[in-house]
């Protein structure tokens, strides 16, 4: 091999050095985005299933109420007086517009 040969080996094996170094930068930046997005997830994911637990316990609170309702309807009894069936009903309607909101 001529000195130039070797000259030309040496200058295309530091290309590649360079190369490989910023890939391997490259590398452990995109590790590190991927470990904080990860950590994103995971928080989204917890508060995600608080979320869905809270609207759950919504759920079953309009269905109780709406059943009290029904059941005191079809006892044909007139125990709520017109500002408590008012109240029951803005109570419905808030508990439905949470409810909606989480959605």
Do not use: P
């Amino acid at each position: 091999m001529s000195g130039k040969d070797i000259k030309t080996l040496e200058t295309s094996l530091e290309a590649l050095w360079d190369k490989a170094r910023r890939v391997s930068e490259v590398l452990v930046q995109l590790k590190e985005t991927n470990g904080v997005l990860q950590r994103k997830v995971e928080d989204f994911e917890v508060v995600e299933q608080n979320l869905k637990q809270e609207l759950a316990v919504k759920e079953r609170e309009l269905e109780r109420l709406r059943q009290e309702a029904l059941r005191l309807q079809s006892n044909g009894s007139n125990i709520l007086t017109k500002e408590e069936k008012e109240a029951l009903k803005a109570r419905i309607k808030d508990l439905i517009g949470k409810i909606n909101s989480h959605l």
